[in-house]
């Protein structure tokens, strides 16, 4: 059973930090490209960082500079580094392939929340 895991969330101040885990089982993470989303309330799901097998990384433009995505492979792990947070940060993580035909089905996802 392939399952996705995401930890690391809660509530921090403007300006502060925390690093995102998420522990991927199955083949939802070997050889793909694995993604951070976020989804705040009354959003869409959108996807914020990406992460190839071999290391290659891209952000979306919101939290470029500010955010920073590796990846374990030796643990089925990738890692979400955020810094410089926003209120407008403020969602749930989660994580998965980043090609849609290899998603896995959601996990329960990570609460950011940044206080002002």
């Known amino acids: 059973q392939v399952q996705l895991v995401e930890s690391g969330g809660g509530l921090v101040q403007a300006g502060g930090s925390l690093r995102l885990s998420c522990v991927a089982s199955?083949?939802?993470?070997?050889?793909?490209?694995m993604g951070w989303f976020r989804q705040a309330p009354g959003k869409q799901r959108e996807l914020v960082a990406w992460i190839t097998s071999s290391g290659n990384t891209d952000y979306a433009r919101s939290v470029k500079g500010r955010f920073s995505i590796s990846r374990d492979n030796t643990k089925n792990t990738v890692y979400l580094q955020m810094n410089s947070l926003k209120v407008e940060d403020t969602a749930v993580y989660y994580c998965?392939?980043?090609?849609?035909?290899?998603?896995?089905?959601w996990g329960q996802g990570t609460q950011i929340t940044v206080s002002s």
């Open positions: 199955g083949s939802v993470f070997t050889g793909n490209a």
């Open positions: 998965n392939a980043l090609e849609l035909r290899r998603r896995a089905s």
